[in-house]
C-alpha cells in the first residue's frame, strides 16, 4: 500500500470543492472492484424487484379495468376534471430533473461532490420520465387515439392544434426522455468498458461489449468522449429549465384561479429540483449503505447536496409566499376567495401537509448536523417525496374545485382506482431502477477514477508532485451513520 | 382516356368515384368488428313516410289532467319528440318537463309487453284473447249476480269523451260511474270555484294585475294548469315597469314562491285567518299570533292590497285551507273587483269538470276493505301508491276478489291486481280532450304500440261486444271510429281538427258525479305530538309519482332545493343550527302514521317551526328507474280529507325530528348557494329600470352586452373561412372583433338571449335539452359502479357532478343572511358559445373550434378526452362521458332497450370518454339552412329555434342569428338589461346575452341584492 503524507486538516468553511475527495478510495483496481461487487444480485434485490413488479401489475390490472370501464372508476368529480393522474404526472417529470441538474448543470459548474451520486441521478431521471410520460395517456379519455397529438402527416391534413399546452408538453417530455437518455448512455460507455473487461461470463461480456461500443480507452476516444460529454451538459441544461417550465404552462396557460400565473415556469422549476433531489436522498442513502459505498458517497456530498436541496425550498418557499400574497394583493375577489378556500377552507389539510413537508420540515438542513445526518436526511427525503405530491395536488384539484363558476363548486376524492395506478407507478419506476443497479454502476466507475489519485509510484508519492486533492481521513462516526 | 371520350365510357374521374366507393365500401365492411347492420330500403313506403324526414303529428298529452296540445315529431315509423303545440289554447307552443318525458313512459323497458294473468303469486303472460275471455265472463257473472253494481272503476281523471263512454259502458254492466281520480287536484279550490264562479278552474289574467298574492297556490308547479299560467305570468312579468308585484305566503317557499318579490312564511293550515284577518275579519296581531307570521309584514301586505288595483289573490286549498279558504279568497277577490279582470270564469279551463274528490276514492278504498267490493278495475292511477299508508289501500285491495288492472306499467296497484290489460300509451292511442270550452284537442296515435298492448277504450268495446246485452250499444268497430262519429261535423271535420291538433266544438261534459260519501271528518291541523308542522308538497316533476320510472324525471333536479334520486326533508336554517342539523344528517321523522329516516335539507326558504317533504318517491315497484329510489312521504300523512271539498289535506299533521346520527351526502347539483357577486345572475329593480338609461354609464357596467359585441363574436375563423383573411382586423379598440367590418365575416352569427325577468326556473329547458340532443342519464341505480363506500346508491354519479345536464338552472340566493327575506334567482346556464372561446386552444387535437356562423363546436370524433377544455372553460359547461353511457353492452348504458327508440337520429350517441356540450342545437341550424337552400331562399327570421327556447313554457329564451337586425334576438340583445357572464373578468365574448332579471321591490322598502 502507499503511503502518502498526512494532508493538512481542513478547517475552512465546508465547500463543495473541498471536500469532494475520497479518503478510503485509494486504486483505481479498487474502485472497479468494489464496484464491480455491487452488481451481483442479492436475495434482498430479488424479493424487492418482485415487489415492484407486483405493484406495477396492480396498477397494471387498475388501468386495464379504467380502459374497459370508462375514467369515472376513478374519483373525477366535475369539474375537477385531472385529478390524481395529473399530479403524479409531475410528479415524477419534477423528479426527474434532479438527474440532469446534478450531471449537466452541476458538471458545467464544477461542483465536484456530484461524480459519486450523478450515476444514480440520471438514472433516476430517465426512469421518472419513462414514469411520467404514461399518466398523460392514461389519463385520457380515450387512451388508445393518444397519437393524434403527435404530429404526423396524415391524408387528412389534420395537425395537433399547436397552440395548446399539451401538445408542448409532448414535445418537451419526448424531448427530455431523449437526451437525458442519451446523456445517460455516454457517460455510462467507459463504464462499460470497464465492465467487459472484467466480466467472466461470456454472454454478459458480449452484451457489455455490445454496449460499450469498442470503447478501448484510448486517448482520441477520450478527448472526443470528454467533448461530447461537455456538449450534451450544455446541451441539456436549458432543457432542466425549459421542461418543467413547459409542463407548467399545462396550468398558467389556463385562465383558472391558482393556476393562471406568471411565477408558474421558475416555481415549477425549482420545486422540480427540489423534488428531485428530495428523491435521489430516498435512492442513494440505501444504495450507499446496502452497496458498502459510503467510503464513495461521502457525508460531505450529502451535506452539499443538502444544501442545494435547502436552497431549493427556500426558492419553492418565496414561491408559495409569493402566490399567497398576489392571493390578496391581487385583488380579484375570484383569486381571492380560491386561495382562501385552498389554505384554510376546504383544503386546508392538503395545503398543510404540502407547507410542512415543503418548507418547514426543510428548515432543518440549516443545521449542518442533521445535512450530515443520514437517518434524518432520508426521513426528510420521504417527507419532501410527499409533500410535493401534494404541492401538485394542491395546485391542481383545489384550483377546479373552486373556480369562477359557484354553483359547481365541488368536492374531490379518489378511488382506490387512482391509488392503485400511482402504486403501480412507483412499482414501474422501481422496476425499472432495480435491474439497473444489478446491471449497470451506480456510481460512476471512470469518474470517481478521476478524483482520487493517480496511481503513482511509492518513491515519488511524497516529495516533488503535487496531486490532485488532499486525502482525509474517514469521517468521524456521525449520528445516525451506522454499519 | 381523354376529354372527347364518349358518354358512354367510364371517364377518369367516374372511374375514380367507382374505385373510391368500393374501396371504402370494402374497408367498412373490413373494418366492422360488430355485425353487419342492413338499411332495408321501403319496398312499399307507408304514407307520409320519407326516410330520415321526420313527421309531427299533434296530439294531447296526458301526463297531467291539463290536456295540454303536443307535436309528435316521427321518424321512420318512431315518435322520438313531443314539442308543444302552438295552435293549442292552454300550452300555446310550450311544454313542461313532463309532458315531454312522456316519450320515456312508451319505451320504458318496464312497461308491461302483453296481458298478464295472475298465477299464485306471479303474474304470467297470457293471450289477449283468452283475457277478454276471462274478463267477460267474470263481467258476465257480476252482471247476473248483480254483484256488478258494487265494483268500482277507478279512471286517471281526463277530459274528453272517454269519462262518458267508460260511465256508459259500466252502466251497461250494472256497474255505478267510475271515480276519476287525480292524486294531485286541488278539490278545495275546484269546489270553492264551482261555488264562486260555477267553474272549476277559471283563467287567471295575471298581466291585468298590479299585485298578485298567493296563499300557498303554486301556479307555477303542479297547482291547476300550470304550464297556462306559467305563459301568463311570464307574459306579466315581462311587462318590467308595468309587471305586477308577486308576493307569496305560506309555508314552504315553492317554485312560485321563489318566483314572488316578498315572502311572508306561515305555518301551514292557519292561510285561512291570514286571509280573514287582511280582509278585516279578525284582527292581524292575533293572525300573526297564530301563523308565526310577521305582524308588519302582514299590515303591509294589507295596505298593499288595498292599494293595488287590480290585484289577483290566488289561494290553495290543499294545505288543508280546503274550500273554506279558497272560498274566502274567491270573495275577496269579488269584493276587490278582480273577478273578471284577473280572474276569468268566462275563459274557464275546462280540463279539470268531472273529477272525483279524493274522499271519494278513499271512500271506495275503505269499502274495498272492508270487504264490500266485488270487483275493481283501476286504469292509469295508482292508488297503492299514492293513498297515504295509514288508508291501508294494499291490504283493501287484497280483499278484493278480482282486480283489473289497465296499468301499462307494473306499479304497486297492478302488482296486486288479478288481470293486467296494458293500456296503450297515449302516445299509441286515440282520444280527445276538452281543455276549454269550445275547443276540443285530439289525440292520435304517432306510431305502431311498442308492445302488446291495447287501448283500453277498444278492450271495453270488445267486452261490450262480446256481452249479448250490452252489444248493442257497441256496435263501432273501434274507439276511432266512435270518436269520429261524436266529433262535431263528422269525419271531415275530425280529419281537418287531426292536423291541428284541435277543433273547435263542445263534447258532451260529463257531470260531476255526486259525491259518493261525506268525508270523515277532519282531524285539526296541527295533530300529531311533535315539535314540526309536516308539509307534503307534490313533486315538481314526479307528480303524483307517476314520473318517477322516467329517467329524464328521475334525473331533474327539484327546482329549489335541486336534489334529485332522492327524499329528502326540508329544515329552516335557523332551526337546524340550533338542533346542530347539517344538510346531509340523516333524521327520523315521526309522525303519528309512520316513520321515514331521511336525509336533512338545510333550506331558507322553509316556515322555523315547519319541515316539508316531496312526493312522488319511494316506489316498491313501478321499474328500475322508481323501485327504491328515495321514500315515500305520504307514510307520515293520515288519511285526512278537507270535510267540504273532500280533497285530501298535504299538511295535516305534525312531526318530531331526531338526528340519528348517520350522514348520508345529500343528491343534489348544487355547488354553493350564493353567487358571492360574480355577476352571474343580475337583478335590478323596478325603480332602476324606470330611470332614464345613461348612456355612458352602461358603457362601463360589469359584463355588459351591448349589442356591438355580438357582431364582433364572429370570430376570425369566420373571415378565414370566407377567404378573407388580410383585411379583417382593422378596428383598434376592437382587435381582431370587429363589428364594423361585417362584410368581411361570415354572414350570421348564432346567438341566444335568456330574459332573468321571464325566466321561472321551472326547467323545462333541460328535460328539452336531453330529448333532443340524446343526453344520457347518468343516475340510475343500475349505473353506478359498485365501491366499497358507495354500494349502488341511486344518484351515486351525481354525487361525483358528473350529470349530463347541457342546460343547467343555477338558483342563487341573495340576502336573506340575517333570517330575513331573501330572494330567489334562476340563471339558465348553457355553453356560451364564446366568441373568444377558452377551450378551444387548449384542445390539442382540435376537437372543439369556433364555426365561421360563431358556434363553439365540439367534435366527438376528434376528442381523445384530455378534458383540458373544461378545466379551462369558467362556464363549467362541458360534460365528459365518464361511462360508456352510450354504448349497449356497458353496465351503464343509458337507454337500456326500446329507451333508444327515442334516440335523435340527428344527433350522435357519444361513446364513453368524449366530451360533450351544448351545440346550440346544430342539427336543427344545419337542418333549417339546407331546407332554405332546398327551397332557394334565405332562411327566414325567426324560423326554427333550439329545443330549450321551444319548450320553455316562460318563453325566456330566444335564438337567432345576431348579426341580422329582423330576428328577435337580434333585438332583444340590444336590450338595456343585458349581460354577459364574466366578460368583464375574462374577456370570453358569449353568445349568450342576460337580460336582467328585474325586482318589484315592496313599495317604500330597500332594495334587496344588487
Known sequence: MATVARPRVHTGPNIPEANIQLPSVETYGQVTDEIRRTLNPTKAWLAGLLLAIAALLIGLGAWMWQVYMGLGVAGYSPPVMWGVYIVTFVFWVGIGHAGTLISAILYLFRAGFRTTIYRCAEAMTVFAIMTAGLFPILHLGRPWKFFWLIPYPNWRLIWPQFKSPLVWDVFAILTYLTVSATFLYRGLLPDFAALRDSERNPLRKKIYGVLSFGWRNSDIEWRHFARAYLFLAAFSTPLVLSVHSTVSFDFAMANTPGWHATLFAPYFVAGAIFSGIGMVFTIIIPIRRWFNLKHYVTLNHLDAAAKLCLFTALIVATAYITEFFIGWYGGSEIEHSFWYNRVFGQWWWAAWIMLTCNTILPLSLFWQKLRRNTTWLFTLSLFINLGMWFERFVIFDPSLSHEFEPWQWTRYAPTYIDWAILLGSFGWFSMWFLLFIKNFPVVAIAEIKEIIPPPLRVAHAVEGIEVTGMHLEFEPETPGERD | MTETSTPSGVRRREFLKILGATGAATAAIGCSTDRVDKLIPYLNNPDETVPMVSNFYASTCRECSASCGVLMETRDGRTFKLEGNPDHPLNRGALCARGQAAVQGLYNPDRYRGPRLRKGNALVPVKWDDAIKLLTEKLTQAQASGSASKAVFINRHESGSFPGFLDQWLAAFGMPPHLSHDALADHGAIDANRQSYGVAWPSLAFDAATLIVSFGADFLDTWGASVPQQLDFADARAKLTGAPRFVYVGPRRSLTGCNADTWIPCRPGTELAIVNALRGQGSLGDAAQASGASETALQALQQEIQRAKPSLLLASGMNGGGTALVSAVNDWNKSLGNVGVTVLPGKAVTSLEGISSDADVAAAIERMRSGDVPMVMVRGVNPVFTSPKSAKAAEAFAKVPFKVSFSSYPDETSELCDLVLPDHHPIEAWGDAQPV??????????????????????????????????????????????????????????????????????????????????????????????????????????????????????????????????????????????????????????????????????????????????????????????????????????????????????????????????????????????????????????????????????????????????????????????????????????????????????????????????????????????????????????????????????????????????????????????????????????????????????????????????????????????????????????????????????????????????????????????????????????????????????????????????????????????????????????????????????????????????????????????
Request: charged share 20%.
Open chain 2, 437 to 1010: 270550452p269550445g275547443v276540443i284537442t285530439l289525440q292520435q296515435p304517432g306510431m305502431d304500440p311498442v308492445y302488446d298492448t291495447r287501448q283500453t277504450a277498444d278492450v271495453l268495446l270488445a267486452l261490450g261486444k262480446a256481452n249479448a246485452k250490452a252489444a248493442a250499444q257497441f256496435a263501432a268497430p273501434n274507439y276511432m271510429r266512435l270518436l269520429i262519429d261524436h266529433f262535431p261535423g263528422g269525419t271531415a271535420q275530425f280529419t281537418a281538427a287531426l292536423q291541428k291538433g284541435v277543433g273547435s266544438g263542445d263534447l258532451p261534459r260529463r257531470a260531476a258525479p255526486a259525491r259518493a260519501a261525506q268525508a270523515p271528518a277532519a282531524a285539526p291541523p296541527s295533530a300529531g305530538s311533535g315539535d314540526f308542522f309536516l308539509v307534503v308538497y307534490p313533486s315538481a316533476s314526479l307528480g303524483d309519482g307517476s314520473g318517477a320510472n322516467k329517467p329524464w324525471l328521475q334525473e331533474f333536479p327539484d327546482p329549489v332545493t335541486k336534489i334529485f334520486w332522492q327524499t329528502w326533508v326540508e329544515v329552516n336554517e335557523r332551526t337546524a343550527q340550533r338542533l346542530g342539523i347539517d344538510s346531509g344528517d340523516i333524521l327520523r321523522v315521526e309522525s303519528p302514521n309512520g316513520v321515514l329516516e331521511l336525509p336533512a335539507y338545510v333550506f331558507m326558504g322553509i316556515q322555523a317551526d315547519t319541515v316539508a317533504i316531496a312526493f312522488g318517491q319511494g316506489h316498491t315497484a313501478y321499474g328500475r328507474y322508481a323501485a327504491n329510489v328515495g321514500s315515500n312521504a305520504g307514510d307520515l300523512l293520515p288519511a285526512s280529507f278537507d270535510t267540504a271539498s273532500g280533497g285530501f289535506r298535504w299538511a295535516s299533521t305534525k312531526v318530531s325530528i331526531v338526528k340519528t346520527g348517520t350522514f348520508t351526502q345529500v343528491v343534489t347539483v348544487e355547488g354553493s348557494s350564493r353567487q358571492y357577486n360574480r355577476g352571474i345572475a343580475l337583478a335590478m329593480t323596478v325603480d332602476e329600470l324606470k330611470a332614464p338609461p345613461k348612456e355612458e354609464a352602461r358603457e362601463k357596467m360589469p359584463g355588459d352586452a351591448s349589442h356591438e359585441y355580438l357582431p364582433g363574436l364572429r370570430s376570425p375563423v369566420a373571415a378565414d373561412a370566407q377567404g378573407a383573411i388580410q383585411s379583417s382586423i382593422k378596428t383598434k379598440e376592437m382587435g381582431m372583433y370587429d363589428p364594423k367590418n361585417w362584410s368581411q365575416m361570415a354572414k350570421r352569427r348564432w346567438a341566444m338571449t335568456i330574459d332573468l325577468a321571464r325566466c321561472t326556473g321551472c326547467q323545462a329547458c333541460v328535460t328539452a335539452c336531453y330529448a333532443e340532443n340524446n343526453i344520457p342519464i347518468v343516475g340510475a341505480p343500475y349505473q353506478q359502479v359498485h365501491t366499497a363506500f358507495l354500494h349502488g346508491v341511486p344518484g351515486g354519479n351525481v354525487l361525483k357532478g358528473r350529470e349530463m345536464n347541457w342546460i343547467r338552472l343555477e338558483r342563487y340566493w341573495e340576502g336573506g343572511e340575517d333570517g330575513g327575506d331573501f330572494e330567489t334567482r334562476f340563471v339558465p346556464m348553457l355553453c356560451q358559445h364564446c366568441g373568444n372561446a377558452p377551450c378551444e386552444p387548449v384542445c390539442p387535437v382540435y376537437a372543439t373550434y369556433h364555426s365561421p356562423d360563431g358556434l363553439n363546436v365540439q367534435v366527438y370524433n376528434r376528442c381523445v378526452g384530455t378534458r383540458y377544455c373544461s378545466n379551462n372553460c369558467p362556464y363549467k359547461v362541458r360534460y365528459f362521458n365518464w361511462f360508456g353511457y352510450g354504448e349497449p353492452h356497458r353496465p351503464q348504458y343509458a337507454w337500456p332497450e326500446r329507451m333508444n327508440w327515442q334516440l335523435n337520429p340527428d344527433v350522435t350517441v357519444r361513446g364513453k370518454g368524449v366530451m360533450e356540450k351544448c351545440s346550440f342545437c346544430v342539427q336543427r341550424i344545419r337542418e333549417s339552412e339546407h331546407r332554405a337552400k332546398a327551397e332557394n331562399r334565405e332562411v327566414r327570421p325567426d324560423e326554427f329555434t333550439t329545443s330549450c327556447a321551444q319548450a320553455c313554457p316562460s318563453k325566456a329564451i330566444t335564438f337567432g342569428d345576431a348579426a341580422d337586425n329582423q330576428w328577435s334576438v337580434a333585438q332583444l340583445a340590444q336590450d338595456r338589461r343585458g349581460y354577459h357572464v364574466f366578460q368583464e373578468q375574462l374577456n370570453t365574448f358569449p353568445a349568450v346575452v342576460y337580460l336582467k332579471k328585474v325586482n318589484h321591490p315592496a313599495p317604500g322598502s330597500a332594495p334587496a341584492g344588487a
